[in-house]
């Protein structure tokens, strides 16, 4: 359901929900340019499949795509005691 996964989306870390539907206002790619968050937004039913979403995510790719999101993994593998520190 749009309203739950907003509820999760909102409160997810490393996501930002941006969604304005009066002012048509949704994630473009120039508002993550920078950000370490990943935006989205205009999240809706999928017409074509009934437990299906559809929503817009925006990323800077440089940060999240690639050296952030490589700390990101490393610090979880750590925490959770897969990888050793040497």
């Known amino acids: 359901d749009p309203d739950e996964a907003r509820s999760i989306l909102a409160t997810a870390p490393g996501v930002k929900l ?26 809706r039913q999928d017409i074509s ?3 299906g979403l559809e929503l817009w995510l925006c990323g800077d790719q440089i940060r999240k795509g690639a050296a952030l999101n490589a700390v990101q993994i490393a610090e979880l593998l ?9």
């Open 18 to 43: 941006v969604e304005d539907w009066k002012a048509n206002y949704f994630p473009m790619p120039i508002d993550a340019s920078g950000k370490d968050e990943v935006l989205v937004g205009r999240i």
């Open 49 to 51: 499949h009934a437990n």
């Open 78 to 86: 750590i925490e959770k005691n897969w990888l050793k520190r040497k």
